[in-house]
C-alpha cells in the first residue's frame, strides 16, 4: 500500500530478537508491531506503547507517564477509569501514535458451532455450543 502513493519500501521480516534492538535503539525508520492485550486491561497497552521507554518511538509526556505509574496502583474503580481515559485523551491529543493499519479479525466457525465473538478477540470455549 505504502508504494501506491510512492514509498518505496522492503520487507525485513525478522524473528524478535533481532527486530527488538532496532526498535528500542532507534535504528528503524518504520516498524510493524502486531499489538493485543492478554489481560484486557487498557493499562497494558497504555504501558507498552504511550510510557517513555524503548518502544515508544521517541514519544515522552511526563503527565502520562505520573499517571501510568499512578493507575498500577489504584484500587478505587471509577478513579483507575479516569485516569486511563486521561491518558488516552492527553495520547489522542498529541497523536503519540500514527497507526497507519487496522487488522481485520476474521473468525471462521464450522457448520453446527455457534460461539459468540468478543470484541476483544479472545475465543472463549465455555460459550461454544455444539447443534
Not at 19 to 41: I, N, R
Not at 52 to 70: R, T, V
Request: aromatic share 10%; charged share 20%.
Amino acid at each position: 500500500m505504502l508504494s501506491k502513493v510512492g514509498i518505496r519500501t522492503t520487507l525485513n521480516a525478522l524473528p524478535s530478537d533481532q527486530w527488538s534492538p532496532m526498535v528500542s535503539g532507534h535504528k528503524s525508520d518504520f516498524y510493524l508491531l502486531g499489538y493485543g492485550t492478554p489481560t484486557t486491561d487498557s493499562l497494558f497497552m497504555a504501558q507498552s506503547v504511550f510510557q517513555s521507554g524503548p518502544f515508544n518511538a521517541g514519544y515522552q509526556n511526563d503527565e502520562i507517564d505520573a499517571l501510568i505509574e499512578a493507575a498500577q496502583y489504584e484500587t478505587d474503580e471509577d478513579a483507575r477509569n479516569r485516569m486511563m481515559t486521561e491518558i488516552f485523551a492527553i495520547a489522542k491529543a498529541d497523536s503519540a501514535i500514527a497507526p497507519l493499519h487496522y487488522q481485520t479479525v476474521i473468525w471462521a466457525l464450522v457448520k453446527g458451532l455457534e460461539m459468540p465473538v468478543d470484541p476483544d478477540n479472545i475465543a472463549d470455549f465455555r460459550y461454544a455450543v455444539m447443534n
